[in-house]
């Protein structure tokens, strides 16, 4: 049963615009969440993060929003550069320390 | 610092095979794990550990055998390869409760014939 769920597949965005990435959770119990960024042929790399006492985190463009009574996960990129086109992934830390993530996203950020 | 060192970077494997795919850290890190990465499924967890002599299954286990005898190395292996088992393979280490230090190796592309 995927706990984790990233449901658009791809999103397109025009450089210089806002690029909103989005994930659904199932369980309330979750109380650390994740985002990865991934380029091909590399491991993914540590972007951000959020714990489930804060609604919303920031590093620079990107800004992550926790809303709990919707167990909804979204990760802002503004402004999307191209360099920001890469897979995205959630993930969540279940136990003491299990890391679970969607099925990713796909951001093309487009000049 | 080398990281997450993963070996081989590629291997093709004839169904029934079996074989190891190393992972090796160098920054004394107590959790580690194996992921694959298939098209449409994202990353999935397959076997983790929390320590030397610690594993536990993930959420496709099934067809993978692992051990963790030093806090280095966590080899994964596949004991009849079949062609579902064709996938990128990643290895990724953290220390223990720091939920966003995990480092991820560069992976292992594997096809099964």
């Known amino acids: 049963d995927q ?10 965005v025009q450089e210089g615009r806002i690029s ?6 199932t369980n309330s119990m979750f109380d650390y969440f994740l985002w990865y960024k991934k380029y091909p042929a590399e491991g993914p790399t540590f972007l951000i993060s959020i714990s ?4 919303k985190n ?19 990129i503004v402004p999307s550069q191209p360099g920001d086109s890469a897979v995205y992934f959630c993930g969540i830390i279940q136990g003491a320390q299990k890391l679970v993530f969607g099925q990713g996203t796909r951001l093309t950020i487009n000049p | 610092n080398a990281g997450v060192t993963q070996t081989p ?13 190393q992972c090796a850290q ?18 999935r967890l397959i076997h983790y550990s929390v320590g030397a002599g610690i594993t536990d ?22 004991l009849s390869a079949a062609p579902s088992q064709t996938s990128v393979y990643f290895c990724a280490s953290s220390p223990f409760r720091q939920y966003y230090g995990y480092t991820f190796g560069s992976g292992t592309r594997l096809t099964v014939v």
């Open chain 1, 3 to 12: 706990q984790v769920k990233q449901n658009s597949p791809s999103l397109s």
């Open chain 2, 9 to 21: 970077k590629f291997q093709v494997l004839k169904t029934g095979q079996s074989m190891t795919l």
């Open chain 1, 52 to 55: 489930s006492i804060k609604d």
């Open chain 2, 26 to 43: 160098d920054m004394n890190h107590e959790y580690m794990s194996w992921y694959r990465q298939d098209p449409g499924m994202g990353l």
């Open chain 1, 20 to 25: 909103i990435l989005n994930c659904d959770y």
């Open chain 2, 57 to 78: 299954q993930g959420e496709v286990p099934n067809g993978y055998n692992v051990s963790r005898s030093t806090t280095e190395d966590f080899p994964l292996r596949l």
């Open chain 1, 58 to 76: 920031e590093d620079g463009r990107f800004t992550v929003f926790l809303n709990k009574s919707a167990k909804h996960l979204s990760l802002h």
